[in-house]
């Protein structure tokens, strides 16, 4: 059989492409079942769990995506009747669970131990400072869980000489009064600007972080053109988002604010 030139050059390319490919091969990974299956995991197959997220900036109730005990999305629970919308910082939020900085177990003076061994240091050093009437500190930051707060609850009852001093880098101490005398309870209140026709905000960035994923829903709602459209006067010293958005944006100084 006589053979061409090109012929010999289609073959010899077709040669190289194969060999290219067969050394391309990915690893092989092997999986390994369970020898034990842990309750409700099932290898391959999605759980899905109802939870709470809040991070300083944002509160919402959520439904979080896992598989194999791995959370892998976050979503908003529509089920909720409220607060059931999540923001681009919720839902960004789970890429802190594989963060490679995390400790991934407990260290005394940077060296790996158990953790019972850490849980008896801690506790003997508790013992040791309860039995000697000195005082034991709790600081946190405001704490809107039910279950951290009955937490600590229950380690007062057993430690009678601890405090706990709440502390925020931001106050809100002012809005909290401010409600405590208008509406006789100290909360930060949620404002439903579902059923208004005239908004004024005095340097409050609403849309920006005051949970603004629940304001965006209600707010582009009420911006459509018709009868019933809000009418949004917001009054800030610097540029914001709320300001952006706003019908009318009034600038003012600083001191003129408070």
Not at 150 to 177: E, M, R
Not at 182 to 207: C, H, M, Q, T
Request: proline letters at 5%.
């Amino acid at each position: 059989m006589k053979t061409t030139r090109r012929d010999f050059i289609k073959i010899l390319g077709f040669t190289t492409l194969y060999v290219t490919l067969a050394a391309c091969k990915g690893p092989v990974i092997e999986s390994i079942p369970y020898i034990i299956k842990p309750e409700y995991i099932t290898p391959g197959i999605n759980n899905y769990y109802a939870s709470t997220m809040f991070d300083g900036f944002d509160f919402g109730n959520v439904i979080v995506k896992t598989i194999e005990g791995r959370p892998l999305k976050i979503e908003s629970n529509k089920e909720s009747k409220y607060l059931n919308t999540v923001s681009s910082r919720i839902q960004s939020s789970i890429l802190s669970l594989y963060d490679n900085e995390r400790l991934k177990y407990p260290s005394i003076n940077k060296k790996k131990v158990s953790w019972a061994k850490l849980d008896n240091i801690i506790i003997k050093k508790l013992n040791t400072i309860s039995n000697s009437k000195k005082k034991i500190v709790i600081l946190t930051s405001s704490l809107p869980s039910p279950s951290t707060k009955q937490l600590i609850s229950d380690f007062t009852k057993v430690y009678k000489n601890t405090n706990h001093i709440i502390y925020d880098a931001i106050s809100y101490s002012s809005t909290l009064n401010a409600v405590n005398k208008v509406l006789g309870k100290r909360a930060i209140p949620y404002y439903d600007i579902s059923n208004i026709e005239l908004l004024i905000s005095f340097d409050a960035d609403f849309l920006g972080d005051w949970s603004p994923q629940n304001f965006h829903k209600i707010y582009s709602k009420r911006k459509k053109p018709n009868l019933s459209m809000i009418n949004h006067i917001h009054l800030e010293s610097h540029m914001s988002l709320s300001g952006a958005n706003a019908d009318l944006r009034i600038t003012i100084n600083p001191s003129k604010i408070y």
